[in-house]
């Protein structure tokens, strides 16, 4: 109960220290998603991975082996989400399944149960694409990642360059695009 209280102390402060620095960089993303919303219906279901950037080209090893991806959210038990990615990488279907929190309903901030992730998600007005989400994924190595997920299978190049010039603009300037050359995996295709 302490601990929910302080971090909401501590999110207050930090969205309020947000909202002034992004009157000094205008180019900062607005302030991502609450919990509240990302548990809404419009968030559950399938989301098709179309790009990733980073600060540093490391932080994209791993997406540099994968063909295709698809996340797909579905509201999980006491206030969670559950997220399952299929993934291809060469001839091969993977699956993992992962849990996310959040300590509040009002909170952006979205823990993985393993406490290994912390995320963090926008609409896609961001990049002018109604039918998409970035999120910033941070790792327990501290390694950050921001990828851009649609709706649909097939993104049209503006909003993959609004997403990378988005990116540029705060640093995140290693870029790479889903290459998409073998199609992407069903959840039940995936080992």
């Known amino acids: 109960?302490?601990?929910?209280?302080?971090?909401?102390?501590?999110?207050?402060?930090?969205?309020?220290?947000?909202a002034g620095i992004?009157?000094?960089?205008p180019c900062l993303p607005p302030a991502p998603l609450s919990t509240a919303v990302i548990n809404t219906d419009?968030?559950?279901?399938?989301?098709?991975?179309?790009?990733?950037a980073a600060w540093d080209e490391d932080d994209l090893r791993s997406f540099k082996t994968t063909d295709s991806s698809i996340?797909?959210?579905q509201k999980g038990t006491n206030d969670t989400l559950t997220v399952t990615e299929t993934s291809?990488?060469?001839?091969?279907?993977?699956?993992?399944t992962w849990g996310y929190f959040a300590l509040s309903a009002t909170d952006p901030f979205l823990f993985r149960t393993d406490f290994d992730t912390v995320a963090l998600i926008w609409d896609g007005?961001?990049?002018?694409?109604?039918?998409?989400?970035?999120?910033?994924?941070v790792d327990e190595n501290e390694e950050a990642s921001a990828m851009l997920f649609d709706r649909n299978e097939k993104t049209p190049d503006e909003y993959i360059q609004e997403f990378k010039s988005k990116m540029e603009c705060v640093l995140m300037e290693d870029f790479l695009k889903a290459p998409l050359?073998?199609?992407y995996c069903k959840i039940d295709e995936a080992a």
């Open 181 to 183: 050359k073998n199609g």
């Open 22 to 25: 992004q009157v000094m960089v």
């Open 1 to 18: 109960m302490l601990i929910s209280q302080l971090w909401g102390v501590v999110s207050s402060a930090m969205s309020f220290f947000y």
């Open 125 to 137: 007005k961001l990049v002018n694409c109604p039918s998409c989400i970035i999120i910033l994924f």
């Open 42 to 52: 419009e968030y559950m279901g399938s989301w098709y991975f179309v790009a990733a």
């Open 88 to 96: 291809r990488v060469g001839d091969k279907c993977q699956s993992s």
């Open 71 to 73: 996340l797909h959210i």
